[in-house]
């Protein structure tokens, strides 16, 4: 006699069905979160490239805007001897040419500390100082080296979370691995546990990867 529509046979014939559902659904949704995890990683890694990039040519930068300040220094500097020494002989004429020739911001400073001194100086001996050209253009090769700093934490924060994608493609690599046996092992018993194991991998790598940051091309 043919098994009734509802007997014992036909339950258990829904149960394997059901039992083999399982392990195409923890592969397909371990399969989508590696892929994300994959392509994450790519892209923190890129990141990471761009920014460890700017971070080794900023120094350079730096030291060619430190060497170049020091010149324009050292140049206002003698600047400043010779209007010293037009001044000293009673060269008016000369040391207003002088000061014409200072340029920015280097003008400014030698104004302000001009405006400090007596009108009529010619032929008299100075005795307040002179103008603080020293680091006048350090400004610039300050904020190169800022750069360096700044693209060298955002490197490591980007290889960071290029790391935490990684270890999120080996769980669920691992989930993959499982499901994927689960597929072909007989044994109900066995192929619920490697589903269950499957499954509760994928759903910690999902939450995972659902608090980590997220990268597109930039």
């Not at 971070?55 to 600047?79: C, K, W």
């Not at 493609?169 to 499957?198: C, D, E, I, Y």
Request: aromatic share 6%; net charge neutral.
């Amino acid at each position: 006699m043919p098994p009734m529509a509802g007997g014992p046979e036909h339950g258990e014939g829904s149960a394997n069905d059901r039992a083999e559902g399982w392990p195409a659904v923890v592969l397909a949704g371990a399969a989508v979160l590696s892929a994300w995890a994959s392509f994450q990683r790519g892209d923190w890694e890129g990141r990471k490239s761009d920014h460890l990039h700017l971070a080794n040519a900023a120094p350079t930068r730096a030291s060619e805007l430190a060497i170049s300040a020091s010149q324009r220094e050292a140049e206002h500097m003698g600047l400043f001897v010779a209007w010293l020494s037009a001044v000293a002989e009673g060269q008016v004429a000369r040391a207003r040419y002088l000061e014409r020739q200072f340029r920015p911001p280097f003008d400014a400073e030698f104004a302000r500390w001009r405006a400090t001194l007596p009108a009529d100086i010619a032929g008299g001996e100075i005795q307040v100082g002179r103008p603080a050209f020293v680091g006048l253009l350090s400004g610039a090769a300050e904020r190169a080296r800022a750069t360096a700093r700044a693209e060298s934490e955002a490197a490591n924060r980007a290889g960071a979370n290029a790391d935490r994608y990684d270890r999120s493609s080996v769980v669920l690599a691992t989930a993959l691995f499982l499901a994927g046996m689960a597929a072909v092992v007989r044994r109900l018993g066995a192929q619920r546990l490697m589903v269950a194991l499957a499954g509760l991998l994928t759903l910690v790598s999902g939450v995972a990867l659902l608090l980590m940051p997220v990268s597109f091309g930039g």
